[in-house]
């Protein structure tokens, strides 16, 4: 898993070339606190501590610990905790970071919750603090062929088995498309969206595919253990093998759209 959450950062910043949204870096103070939710391994963190001043102060939340960098191998300034992020986050945290960064949660929330969470990091800015939510439009992949006839059909079984799988545990990707009313809604005072292709860059192509490939096919490796809709392990370990047939043929890769939304919380103007 933290194998592809590497992989997946590296597209990300290939695309995206920049890890902090520029009208956010500008803003940022020299003793900056930055937050990453959903965090995982902390690869997003990690390189922003590497590209930021050693003066600014890292802290990744994420429910489940086991994926969190070795405490010793950190710098002071980077730190890890535990958080439920449909919960409200502790008192000392409200109010508290420059910005608050979160990237890749579009397959594990529901429909009322993309708002919950929007809510919950609102409350951890102070006064001009940023939130920046980064999301790939998964719902919404394009299978794009690059030859007639491409043979494609257990690359698309997989991704509208995995898709109506996730909507009957109610998750809702698409979810993401919202974010910018969300913020509105909310009432943040700057809200900008940059949405990229993923095919912008013709070599990554193969790369995003494979990446989505195995996502999808974790997703089945889930319904295929519950026994889901006439799924079983054996079924998803042969569509596997299928699937990465007609990806072998290099005829066909996926596209979407990368979104990065930022919102920035209202400044009070003392009299
Ligand atoms: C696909 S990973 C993304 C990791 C990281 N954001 C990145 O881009 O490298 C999704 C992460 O969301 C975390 N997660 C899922 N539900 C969560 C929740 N309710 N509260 C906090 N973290 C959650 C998972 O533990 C996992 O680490």
Request: net charge neutral; aromatic share 10%; hydrophobic share 40%.
């Amino acid at each position: 898993m933290a194998t592809r959450l590497y992989r997946q950062h590296r597209l990300w910043t290939k695309t995206l070339n920049y890890l902090i949204h520029p009208a956010i870096e500008t803003t940022l103070p020299s003793n900056a606190r930055v937050a990453e939710i959903a965090t995982g391994a902390g690869v997003w963190l990690l390189a922003a501590a590497r590209y930021l001043p050693d003066s600014v102060s890292f802290v990744g939340f994420d429910s489940c610990k086991s994926q969190f960098p070795k405490l010793d191998a950190l710098p002071k300034n980077i730190s890890f905790e535990t958080q439920n992020l449909l919960k409200p986050f502790h008192q000392e945290h409200l109010g508290t970071f420059d910005l608050v960064s979160l990237r890749s949660m579009a397959s594990q929330l529901g429909k009322e919750e993309w708002e919950l969470v929007a809510r919950n990091i609102v409350l951890l800015l102070k006064p001009g603090g940023y939130i920046q939510w980064m999301e790939a439009d998964i719902e919404h992949c394009t299978l794009m062929q690059q030859a007639s006839q491409a043979s494609c059909e257990s690359l698309t079984l997989l991704a509208s088995s995995a898709l109506a799988y996730l909507r009957s545990k109610r998750k809702d990707p698409s979810g993401c498309r919202g974010l910018p009313e969300i913020f509105n809604s909310l009432g943040l005072e700057f809200c900008a969206q940059d949405t990229f292709s993923s095919d912008l860059d013709p070599e990554l192509r193969a790369e995003f595919t494979d990446i989505y490939a195995r996502t999808l096919l974790g997703t089945m490796g889930q319904a295929g253990l519950q026994l889901w809709n006439g799924w079983s392990c054996e079924k998803v370990r042969e569509l596997e093998r299928k699937v990465f047939g007609e990806l072998e043929t290099d005829e066909v890769y996926w596209r979407c759209d990368f979104r990065v939304v930022i919102g920035r919380v209202l400044v009070v103007v003392k009299k």
